[in-house]
Structure formats: structure tokens, C-alpha cells
């Protein structure tokens, strides 16, 4: 069972940044895709990023390409998301996720951390 923690949410301005990381668990970190979800009150969860395993392909979201950045670390066992230019309407629960399939669909991710809130004034 693949264990993920996410942190670094928070409050932040429009126009502000983030970094969200998120540690997993075991050996099994550089097996898995990895990828970052977020789900506003009464929406859908929504796809924001992913990373191969070998970090050698990403995708993103068209709402934040350019904005946001995703990265991971296989030998400390953590995937980041960097997120400039932040806009109210990136306010979510952020999760980052973890499966053995490069999708863009939460169905492709078995292993889901607890959430991170980040909230964006205006």
C-alpha cells in the first residue's frame, strides 16, 4: 500500500505562489505515476498534473500550463508541484495520487494522499 502525505498548502494572494510536495511511502515510489488532482466544494475532481516514473514525461492541465510545474525526487521519495501566478480559481483540495498508469483521469490512480487545502484571495 503506497502511503502519501501532502503539504504546503495555505493561504496565498492572487498572483502569489506555492509549492506543494507531497512524500510517499516504500519502495515502490519510483514505480508509479504520479499526479496532482484538485477538487473545489461542490465540483468534480479535476485533473492538474501528472509525472512519469521516470520523471521523463509530464502533462498538465490546460488551466495551468505555464503556471504550475510538476517535479519528483525518486530518491527521496517526493513529487512537488509548483504553482506561480496563482488565480481564485485554483482554490481546491489538492491531492497528489499515485498509479501505474501515465492518465489523466483520477480512475487511473489508485493511491490518493489526504488533501492539502490552497486557498487564493482576491
Known amino acids: 500500500q503506497v502511503q502519501l502525505v501532502e503539504s504546503g498548502g495555505g493561504l496565498v494572494q492572487a498572483g502569489g505562489s506555492l509549492r506543494l510536495s507531497c512524500a510517499a511511502s516504500?519502495?515502490?515510489?519510483?514505480?508509479?505515476?504520479m499526479g496532482w488532482f484538485r477538487q473545489a466544494p461542490g465540483k468534480e475532481r479535476e485533473f492538474v498534473a501528472s509525472i512519469s516514473r521516470s520523471g521523463s514525461w509530464t502533462n498538465y492541465a490546460d488551466s495551468v500550463k505555464g503556471r504550475f510545474t510538476i517535479s519528483r525526487d525518486n530518491a527521496k521519495n517526493t513529487v512537488a508541484l509548483q504553482m506561480n501566478s496563482l488565480k481564485p480559481e485554483d482554490t481546491a483540495l489538492y491531492y497528489c495520487?499515485?498509479?501505474?498508469?501515465?492518465?489523466?483521469?483520477?480512475?487511473?490512480?489508485?493511491?490518493w494522499g489526504q488533501g492539502t487545502q490552497v486557498t487564493i484571495s482576491s
Open positions: 495520487a499515485a498509479g501505474v498508469v501515465f492518465g489523466l483521469s483520477a480512475a487511473d490512480y489508485a493511491y
Open positions: 516504500g519502495r515502490i515510489f519510483s514505480s508509479v505515476t
